[in-house]
Nanobody, 113 residues
């Protein structure tokens, strides 16, 4: 239900911008966020942002990634800079509405050394 875009292959030190749009049928979204899952690892929170624009970041991405959102467009973005090979994972968008959670299909980010 959430549509992600922007993944791809990039060299270490490069940048990528992920986007995630929620359909109009999903409204009053509280928190939107990005998670990632690397092969053989558990899915982990990368960053989240509330409707009031409060943000949370994983320690591993602080200072390199920036999350933002456009409430009018129901869209959340993740600007990723200074990418490292360990950032390689499938990135999933997430939206919380009350007790409901919505997920995107995931987009692959691969960082080559």
């Amino acid at each position: 239900q959430l549509v992600e875009s922007g993944g791809g292959l990039v060299q270490a030190g490069g940048s990528l911008r992920l986007s995630c749009a929620a359909p109009p049928s999903i409204f009053s979204i509280n928190t939107m966020g990005w998670y990632r899952q690397a092969p053989g690892k558990q899915r982990e929170l990368v960053a989240s942002i509330t409707s009031g624009f409060s943000t949370v970041y994983a320690d591993s991405v602080k200072g390199r990634f920036t999350i933002s959102r456009d409430n009018a467009k129901n869209t959340v973005y993740l600007q990723m800079s200074s990418l490292k090979p360990e950032d390689t994972a499938v990135y999933y968008c997430n939206a919380i509405v009350g007790i409901a959670r919505y997920w995107g299909q995931g987009t692959q980010v691969t960082v080559s050394s």
